[in-house]
């Protein structure tokens, strides 16, 4: 199914006192390590700012609709980033999304396609406009989503992968996919999304060593209205 193409909105910047609303996204059922990330990760986040009742999730596994998940389709994708839309100064937009990634074109979601940068940008400017917005992308392949368009002073983006490498954990045999068991391990020791991400890489790069596997290089843009500024209201 194609995404919708959106009209960007514009809205003023305020980085104090900061309600976020956020989806969380997983784009595979292939194996359980998407589903488990976003689950653990919604939960570990509600405390920090991104409110259960702020929450909105999709998913690409049955069980998981079952259990009153929304399925991960095109429309439902829209729709969610639609349901986001930033209504007052002092709202900030939060996405995770956690999938396999497909080079030089974006983010899989087996029941909808190819999530395209470009399709991200007008997702985001649509629904956040110039309000804090935090993007964490969770694929092989991922750094393809720092570019021009989406890289603004208003946002933070961290991905797996360079735009050019894969990242590894995508089997059965763990529970997590690496990157987002580094995000998962690392969030309770630190208070930046900058601290963050170089507590990440560095568990990575471990993993990677250890395991014989090429460097993946996670990257991260740091906008300059974002710097410095601490994990939702932690």
Not at 85 to 98: L, S
Not at 173 to 182: H, I, L, P, R
Request: charged share 20%; with cysteine; net charge neutral.
């Amino acid at each position: 199914m194609k995404f919708l193409l959106l009209i960007a909105l514009s809205a003023s910047f305020s980085a104090q006192a900061v309600e976020w609303k956020s989806i969380f996204i997983s784009g595979d059922d292939s194996i359980e390590n998407f589903d488990n990330g976003r689950k653990t990760l919604s939960t570990m986040l509600a405390p920090l700012g991104a409110h259960v009742e702020n929450q909105v999730h999709l998913t690409s596994a049955d069980k998981e609709v079952k259990k009153g998940v929304k399925l991960a389709t095109g429309e439902n994708v829209v729709s969610a980033f639609q349901n986001l839309k930033i209504t007052k100064k002092k709202d900030g937009c939060f996405v995770f999304m956690t999938s396999h990634g497909a080079k030089n074109q974006g983010f899989y979601l087996s029941r909808a396609g190819i999530l395209t940068p470009a399709n991200l940008a007008q997702l985001l400017d649509t629904a956040c406009g110039d309000e804090p917005t935090v993007v964490l992308i969770s694929a092989c392949y991922s750094g393809q989503f720092i570019n021009n368009t989406l890289a603004k002073k208003n946002r933070v983006i961290m991905t797996a992968a360079i735009a050019d490498r894969p990242s590894f954990g995508c089997s059965a045999d763990t529970k997590y996919t690496y990157w987002d068991e580094c995000i998962i391990d690392s969030l309770p020791s630190v208070n930046t999304w900058e601290e963050l991400y170089t507590d990440v890489k560095a568990c990575i790069s471990d993993k990677e060593t250890r395991l014989g596997f090429q460097a993946s290089k996670p990257q991260a843009f740091f906008g300059e209205s974002m710097k410095g500024l601490n994990i939702l209201n932690k």
